[in-house]
């Protein structure tokens, strides 16, 4: 629960309870965002969930550089993969689509 309230916090932009789950928590700097999508198809509901964001590449989105420090120190991996995925992605399906992005992170 406490990695979740680290990403929540992050997301938030709330300093306090960032240092508050890794100090006291003792939440995973290296936390990920998890998202699922729920569709429904015909009479048929689906539901799809990946590992998005780090907590690190929310910090580095959100420019707070306060955070990265935070994260980093608290042992986040700065060689870690930096990914974001489209849910069911399908390079032979009309409209869908795929990209990539790269963070490098200087010391």
Not at 11 to 26: G, N, Q, V
Not at 76 to 84: L, M, Q, R, T
């Amino acid at each position: 629960m406490s990695n979740g309230r680290l990403i929540a916090a992050i997301e938030k932009r709330d300093s306090s309870e960032i240092y508050k789950a890794l100090r006291e928590e003792k939440a995973d700097p290296n936390s990920r965002k998890q998202i699922s999508l729920k569709v429904k198809i015909g009479n048929n509901w689906t539901t799809d969930t990946i590992w998005a964001e780090s907590a690190l590449s929310l910090a580095v989105i959100y420019g707070r550089l306060d955070y990265v420090r935070a994260l980093i120190n608290a042992g986040a991996d700065v060689e870690a993969p930096v990914e974001w995925r489209i849910p069911n992605y399908n390079p032979g399906l009309p409209n869908t689509r795929s990209g990539s992005c790269s963070i490098i992170l200087t010391r």
